[in-house]
């Protein structure tokens, strides 16, 4: 906006002077968070795709789930691995810093596992 159409007084003219100083910086953060969104929601589809694929392979394969316990936690255990690995594998192997928390605790059982 330019002097001649900006309101003087108002609430307008309260957002035009917040918007001309804040604006900036808030738009440039909310592209990093929109980014973190898109990329959070497409990894955690594709693991939720991978982890239906895995169950659905387990039900041709072996059988529908018939009431059986043991039968059911092993296809959940299947399914939900082959999910977190797509899911959180692709942020601890590129070492993505919303994702440390994961990495920190792969690196802690990945240390246990080998001594």
């Known amino acids: 906006m330019d002097r001649e159409t900006r309101p003087r007084d108002g609430p ?13 910086d808030l738009l440039l953060g ?4 929109l980014k973190s969104f ?11 795709v991978v982890g239906y694929i895995v169950l659905v392979g387990l039900s041709l394969g072996f059988g529908p789930l018939s ?9 959940i255990l299947a399914g939900g691995c082959a999910a977190l690995l797509v899911t959180y594998g692709p942020a601890v192997k590129g070492n993505w810093p ?7 605790a792969v690196r802690k059982v990945a240390r246990k596992l080998r001594s």
């Open 12 to 24: 307008g003219a309260r957002l035009a002077g917040w918007l001309g100083r804040w604006g900036a």
């Open 30 to 33: 909310l592209g990093a968070v």
């Open 38 to 48: 898109g990329v959070a929601l497409a990894l955690g589809g594709a693991g939720a």
């Open 67 to 75: 009431g059986s316990v043991p039968q059911a936690f092993a296809y």
């Open 98 to 104: 919303e994702a440390s928390f994961i990495s920190g």
